[in-house]
């Protein structure tokens, strides 16, 4: 079965750093851009950026430009995204999507992960 | 970016009726359009791709169509489970969605 599957929900204070993982298996890791797509409470979807697995090429949105890294482990088949200072305007819920074409970025999400919610309180 | 405006906001109907949502495009996107449904505390799932292309196991009740700019989803006869909120999302370049609209069941 294709599927991602990401890291569990976290709670974290302002200004502090995080890294969310998302797990991918049953396709080839490397061929597919993976992206990551924020959902603020009661609001609607919002594409962050996205990366090529083969050779970690990454195109972020204007709007997360320099707000947010994304990585990925070849070995273990794990996509990231991470933050290095928090603020409370990044609680959200954040999703793990694969891009439908190999190798293709004019392509819609086919897979999404169940999602990872991120708050961020004082 | 490309931004996607979609309408109504929210709309209510019966179940069998025939409900359609519009999106568009601030610039020509070709056909690279999809449609994607999202039930509460779930992840979205993808029902159009390509504007008219329906993903595999997606009852065939959900159509889309457009080109260009302009781009419609129909839902031809509403079922329960259909209840929903319903986004469009344009993937020519940096991909962008809609601000959703939210489908009711009277």
């Known amino acids: 079965e294709v599927q991602v599957v990401q890291s569990g929900a976290e709670v974290k204070k302002p200004g502090e750093s995080l890294k969310i993982s998302c797990k991918a298996s049953g396709y080839s890791f490397t061929t597919y851009w993976i992206g990551w797509v924020r959902q603020m409470p009661g609001k609607g979807l919002e594409c962050m950026g996205v990366i090529y697995p083969g050779d970690s090429d990454t195109r972020y949105s204007p709007s997360f430009q320099g707000q947010v890294t994304l990585s990925v482990d070849k070995s273990i088949s794990t996509a990231y995204l991470q933050w290095s200072s928090l603020k409370a305007s990044d609680t959200a819920i954040y999703y793990c999507v694969r891009h439908s074409e190999a190798g293709g970025l004019t392509s819609p999400f086919d897979i999404w992960g169940q999602g990872t919610l991120v708050t961020v309180s004082s | ?106």
Do not use: H
Not at chain 2, 40 to 69: C, D
Not at chain 2, 78 to 98: I, K, M, V
């Open chain 2, 1 to 106: 970016d490309i931004q996607m405006t979609q309408s109504p906001s929210t709309l209510s109907a019966s179940v069998g009726d025939g409900v359609t949502i519009t999106c568009r495009a601030s610039q020509s996107i070709g056909r690279w359009l999809a449609w994607y449904q999202q039930k509460p505390g779930k992840a979205p799932k993808l029902l159009i791709y390509q504007a008219s292309s329906l993903e595999s196991g997606v009852p065939s009740r959900f159509s889309g169509s457009g080109s260009g700019t302009e781009f419609t989803l129909t839902i031809s006869s509403l079922q329960p489970d259909d209840s929903a909120t319903y986004y469009c999302q344009q993937y020519n370049g940096y991909s962008t969605f809609g601000q959703g609209t939210n489908v009711e069941i009277k």
